[in-house]
């Protein structure tokens, strides 16, 4: 029996949260050259864009995403693909839940569709998105 066969929709990934600071949000946007000064700028965040504070990477979040999957999935799989789109901003420091659930799997294809989310500490989605995954 395969990891695949004891999967059903509406099974949960288990969640995971994160909370960014100052020196993980720089170094994150360093790595990708981002300079977007919503990431490291305090007064021109605040007072230019108008954000109660630094923004944290769009993304980072996606990584986190990838990383709520690939822990799921183990060495059982591997990811095929996600997509995802930032609905809203999350300001460093704030509190933010990553999880998804199963959509759907296809015993032939060996593949399962995953709904993945990241949440806000208002319990709302600001990042709604969907991944493809493979088992072997």
Known sequence: ???????????????????????????????????????YDYHYATQVEGYPGLVNAGPLMGDWLTQCVNEWLGDDGQLQ???YSNRRASIIGEVLR?????LS??????TAQLEVQVFN??????????ATVSFY
């Open 105 to 110: 799997t296809d015993q032939d294809a060996k």
């Open 1 to 39: 029996m395969s990891r695949l066969d004891q999967i059903n929709t509406g099974d949960l990934l288990p969640g995971r949260e994160y909370k960014t600071d100052n020196v993980q949000l720089f170094f994150y946007n360093a790595v990708l050259w981002n300079a977007h000064r919503i990431h």
């Open 121 to 130: 500490a208002a319990d709302e989605v600001i990042i709604p998105g969907t």
């Open 98 to 102: 990553c999880c998804g659930r199963v």
């Open 81 to 83: 693909s996600l997509q």
